[in-house]
């Protein structure tokens, strides 16, 4: 097996330099792109030759395009067949890559399918009848359609295995096993995986052929571009302490990571009784719900995103300025997946962790994964979060002083004039403006069972306990941010809606772009 390391940042070549054609470089050009990144630059020569390649790199370094720009290149347009098949770990990302990939693809007319669960399947049925030529899809529907004969292989060439470790995360091995024996044994094979644990390894050595790794460093897991924090709580404790952090940042956009689906359930609810635009998904909702959370996203009708780690891969929604860990990760890779949402694009970003007593060794593990060192930071106190509050009134009223749009209120406010001081009527108005106190409406979270403790853990491949890899092989908000008013494994094919509809907010809706970064 040949290994190619390549240093993020190490290579600057363009797009049109990697030998693709004019249709391509065309679409590449309104997306906005020139220079290649790293993994991109040293793999899409290598698939366009044919090769096998293992790609190993970070969320946000550009996989996406590095298998599908080679993959749309060699696309026969004359083949009604599906030559070339994506496997992907969710919903979420099996559906931007299709779109990316359309994207790309458009100029060439290329038909591509996205397949997932929690959707009908009769619809896409009926889009496999028109015959796309690269399919997208998860492991249990592509499965599904298989075994249907509504998906047929026969006329593979090339297939990708995208975020490889997330599938082995997720139990879905031998359900890619299943899906592999369905194609040609004579094809090209694509693994992308951030980490490559002998479970994957395995599968490199099973179904393909003298692969080339391309293997991407990072200088660090983590951008020099977030500021990281923890701050030690009790856990009936966290909920105020997080809305008072709330009033204290005034984050613009926000994701906060809980645990278990229940968590995400009563984190939302109780955000939502506070006043805040917020909105939760996680593996249980209907797809419906879920595009619909997204829509409410790209509108700028929410600013909380409340998720299990599960539910938020793949979404990378430009403009998050706070990652909110209520529940700091039992696995420390899914830390550095977390972090990654905030601080892109060389813009500045915030991670608070939330850490219980018991939850330290936990938090050592992933500064050491990291190489980082998160600083500690205090709770606000009622004072500070009052101050935020207050700061948050001030800059509305510049904004409607600066406006310009007030002459036509002078009569009145001369009126006011005659019977207040100038300090009461702005003090009364300061008061309007500025959000209330959060933390006066009461909010019950239910205790999650703490981590097991390291020293507890049994000795093994670090699976145990939900799946956790700590244990390695040893003993082991304002006024405008509010409203006027788990199980281990992930369930694929349920689509019990918990949520119920609830206001969007009253703050005029801001255009917010989802960014696919490739990855």
Do not use: C, W
């Not at 458009?106 to 030529?133: F, M």
């Not at 391309?214 to 030690?232: C, N, P």
């Not at 500064?367 to 009052?386: I, N, S």
Request: aromatic content about 6%; cysteine-free.
């Amino acid at each position: 097996m040949k290994m190619l390391v390549q240093k993020q940042g190490g290579t600057h070549l363009k797009f049109t330099e990697l030998g693709l054609d004019h249709e391509i470089l065309k679409a590449i050009s309104r997306s906005g792109f020139e220079e290649a990144t790293p993994i991109q630059a040293e793999t899409i020569p290598l698939v366009l030759k044919g090769d096998d390649v293992i790609g190993q790199a970070q969320t946000g370094t550009g996989k996406t395009a590095a298998f599908g720009l080679p993959i749309l290149e060699k696309i026969d347009k004359a083949d009604r067949n599906i030559q070339a098949l994506i496997i992907s770990p969710t919903r979420e990302l099996a559906i931007q890559t299709q779109e990316e990939l359309y994207k790309l693809g458009r100029d060439k007319k290329i038909k591509v399918q996205a397949v997932y669960g929690g959707a009908d399947i009769r619809r896409q049925i009926r889009g496999l009848s028109e015959h796309p030529q690269i399919l997208v899809g998860t492991p249990g529907r592509l499965l599904d359609h298989i075994n249907r004969h509504t998906v047929k292989l026969a006329g593979l060439k090339t297939l990708v295995l995208d975020e490889a470790d997330e599938m082995l995360d997720m139990g879905f091995i031998e359900d890619i096993e299943s899906i592999v024996k369905s194609a040609p044994v004579e094809r090209q094979t694509l693994l992308f995986s951030a980490t490559m644990p002998a479970p994957i390894m395995k599968l490199t050595k099973n179904f393909m052929h003298d692969p080339i790794t391309v293997k991407i460093k990072s200088k660090e897991l983590t951008a020099d571009t977030v500021e990281q924090y923890y701050v030690r709580s009790k856990d009936f404790e966290k909920f105020d302490i997080m809305t008072r952090l709330f009033d204290v940042q005034s984050p613009d956009l926000a994701l906060i990571f809980g645990r278990t689906k229940r968590r995400v359930d009563e984190i939302t609810r109780g955000l939502k009784a506070r006043g805040y635009r917020a909105e939760g998904i996680h593996g249980d909702l209907t797809q419906q719900k879920r595009m619909s959370v997204l829509r409410q996203f790209k509108s700028g009708q929410l600013d909380f995103l409340v998720a299990t780690d599960v539910a938020a891969r793949g979404l990378d929604i430009t403009g998050v300025t706070h990652v909110y860990n209520y529940d700091i990760p039992q696995d420390p890779d899914s830390y550095v997946h977390r972090v990654g949402r905030t601080g892109r694009a060389g813009k500045k970003g915030m991670s608070i962790t939330f850490v219980t007593p018991n939850e330290v060794e936990y938090l050592r593990v992933i500064e050491e994964l990291t190489k980082k060192r998160m600083l500690p930071m205090k709770p606000p106190t009622e004072k500070e979060a009052f101050l935020g509050q207050i700061s948050t009134g001030l800059e509305t009223v510049k904004e409607q002083v600066e406006s310009g749009d007030v002459e036509k209120y002078e009569p009145m406010a001369e009126t006011l004039l005659e019977t207040y001081t100038p300090l009461q009527l702005v003090s009364a108005y300061l008061k309007a403006v500025s959000p209330d106190d959060a933390s006066a409406v009461p909010v019950k979270i239910t205790p999650e069972r703490p981590l097991p403790g390291r020293k507890g853990q049994k000795r093994g491949n670090g699976r145990s306990n939900g799946g956790s890899r700590y244990n390695k092989g040893g003993n082991g908000g304002s006024r405008n941010r509010r409203e006027s008013g788990s199980k281990g494994h992930y369930d694929r094919n349920r689509s019990n809606d918990r949520h119920d509809s609830r206001g969007e907010g009253s703050r005029k809706p801001k255009k917010r772009n989802f960014v696919i970064h490739n990855d």
